[in-house]
């Protein structure tokens, strides 16, 4: 069983940064940020491979966002830059033990999730 704690979020405006950490209490072979708005489904913003470093990017956050690992710390982040109103949701941090060479970004994928925190971006 893998723990993950998310911290992080808060308010930004239209423009601004903000940076997610997700800290695991274990190993994992894919790790991945997802985002939830209110009335939408859950859907996959980033995804790296751990060890691999093999990226995955949504469309709507190509070129803004950007996910990393500290494997000796065993911490996942996403750093927003150039934040929209459209990225307000609250994000997750997910696990899975399965390792593959570049992670997807589907949600039923992943195994372990982190309780979530909300990121709010104002016009």
């Known amino acids: 069983q893998v723990q993950l704690v998310e911290s992080g979020g808060g308010s930004a405006q239209t423009g601004g940064s903000l940076r997610l950490s997700c800290a695991a209490s274990?190993?994992?072979?894919?790790m991945g940020w997802f985002r939830q708005a209110p009335g939408k489904e859950r859907e996959g913003v980033a995804t790296i491979t751990i060890g691999g470093g093999t990226t995955y990017y949504a469309d709507s956050v190509k070129g803004r966002f950007t996910i990393s690992q500290n494997s000796a710390k065993n911490t996942l982040y996403l750093q927003m830059n150039s934040l929209e109103p459209e990225d307000t949701a609250m994000y997750y941090c997910?696990?899975?033990?399965?390792?593959?060479?570049?992670?997807?970004?589907?949600?039923?994928?992943?195994?372990?999730w982190g309780q979530g925190t909300q990121v709010t971006v104002s016009s």
């Open positions: 997910a696990a899975r033990y399965h390792w593959e060479r570049q992670c997807v970004a589907r949600a039923p994928d992943y195994i372990f």
């Open positions: 274990g190993s994992t072979g894919c």
